[in-house]
């Protein structure tokens, strides 16, 4: 046997040491990721980032017009699996945070990585099929800067409460087809750290004083557990013995979920004096220092249900997707957070998600834009956050498209596809002291291949 796709392996290598750079250099300024695990990702394709969200109940499967990506927010895509699939995705994002108490506005701009993924059937005849990649989960970077004045004194006080970190998640998973019903699940390692920081200051002091840190730095990681089912059956079906053409109706039902999870803990804390220098904070005193302090993060299970209805049409060339609506619901359980055995301002999520994709005219296989798959979405729900008391309400929608860049052939088997989404959402309303307005483009590449074909001939 041999590779078929030297160049495909070749370009998804390259990719990966950009992704873990991208990774480590990541800024993301937002008040926000103070709470919980910080700001969470939108931790799905980009395909599903273009039709509001929805994953629990969509699928690509073999369909010459869509190509195929790794849906790996349902492992039970896995089992149809036709080709192996590299997956890369890359994130800008612009936001725009606004205060009314103290008035002001903030804005920054981010360049991160959404994911990288291969998918592999293993037995296609079975419908066996397994999917592994890396992700981050959520980010944690914040600066707030408070000046006060000491009482009796005159004297101003600079407070600066920072922190750094974030979750980032290892999966593998497998999955298995069998007939209209397919199951899977996805395990793997879930591993980050927090770091948090208030340093004090003393301006235009009356007496000199050392600048003061308080330090607390956590790690964490811990095995996670993810499953998921779907069900496809037809609802119409149209054969067109002139045109030899079938015009098929599908419902697809999908159900994911997440069992509650412990993370394993180490803590340092640290409180000292020290004074800032052109390399580094330069400690002078250190008034306490406790180290390797061992505990428990407890993450909440979550699941998400939906259904897709989409229409394909089978003819000699192949197999081509019209277009597809679905609705999805998910929920998360925010309140059974624990950091330590402590509760944080955090609140039980939930998102409502609508989602639409359709290709103009894929069958006669004339024209560019005839052939591209357009997406667009809304998304409505209550954010985790609940940093105010009066819950934070999270509303967007978005647009996308996926873009052949390989022309397809009835003689080829591989698809290479550019997957866009835009999103547009707001977190908070007028009972919020803090809203926040953002922008996200999100790009990938989805590159799939027949990888190892017996020789026929010699």
């Keep these: 046997m041999r590779s078929v796709s030297s160049t495909t392996a070749r370009i998804f290598l390259a990719l990966l040491p950009v992704f873990f750079l991208l990774g480590s250099s990541a800024q993301q300024n937002s008040p926000f990721s103070r709470y919980g695990l910080g700001e969470l990702y939108s931790n799905q394709h980009v395909i599903s980032r273009a039709m509001g969200g929805l994953s629990a109940a969509y699928a690509d499967g073999l369909n010459n017009n869509v190509g195929q990506a790794v849906n790996f927010n349902n492992p039970a895509t896995y089992g149809s699996l036709y080709m192996v699939t590299f997956d890369v995705g890359l994130t800008i994002d612009t936001r ?69 970190g974030g979750l980032n998640q290892f999966f593998v998973g497998v999955g298995k087809k069998i007939g209209n019903f397919s199951i899977g699940f996805n395990t793997g390692y879930n591993f980050g750290k927090r770091e948090i920081n208030t340093r004090k200051a003393f301006l235009n002091d009356t007496v000199a004083f050392y600048q003061g840190l308080s330090s607390t730095k956590t790690s964490y990681s811990g095995v996670f557990l993810h499953g998921g089912l779907q069900y496809e059956f037809s609802v119409g079906k149209k054969v067109i013995a002139e045109t030899k053409t079938t015009h098929n109706y599908l419902l697809r039902m999908g159900v994911t979920g997440t069992l509650q999870q412990q993370l394993s803990a180490s803590q340092d804390q640290l409180k000292q004096t020290y004074t800032p220098t052109t390399t580094g904070d330069y400690k002078i005193d250190s008034v306490s220092e406790v180290y390797n302090i061992k505990g428990k993060i407890t993450l909440p299970s979550t699941y998400a249900a939906g259904l897709t209805l989409h229409k394909t049409v089978t003819n000699p060339r192949g197999v081509f997707e019209l277009w597809s609506i679905g609705a999805e619901y998910t929920a998360t359980q925010w309140t059974k957070y624990r950091f330590y055995g402590q509760p944080d301002q955090l609140a039980d999520s939930w998102q409502l998600k609508l989602g639409v994709q359709f290709c103009p005219d894929p069958l006669s296989g004339r024209g560019y834009w005839n052939n591209v798959n357009y997406r667009a979405g809304f998304f409505t729900g209550k954010d985790y956050i609940n940093a105010d008391g009066n819950g934070l309400k999270h509303t967007g929608f978005s647009l996308g498209a996926g873009l052949p860049i390989k022309k397809w052939r009835a003689y080829d088997n591989q698809f290479t596809f550019l997957n866009t989404a835009v999103q547009f959402g707001k977190r908070g309303t007028a009972v919020n002291n803090i809203t926040e307005s953002y922008f996200q483009f999100t790009f990938g590449m989805s590159l799939s291949d027949l990888w190892f074909i017996k020789r026929r001939y010699d």
């Design 96 to 164: 725009s945070l606004i205060s009314n108490n103290p008035t002001g506005k903030f804005s920054s701009k981010n360049f991160t990585p959404s994911y990288i993924a291969v998918g592999i059937p293993l037995k296609r005849a079975r419908g066996w099929g397994m999917a592994f990649g890396l992700k981050p989960l959520s980010s944690i970077n914040y600066s707030i800067e408070n000046r006060s004045v000491m009482a009796g004194t005159g004297d101003s006080l600079l407070t600066v409460y920072d922190g750094q």
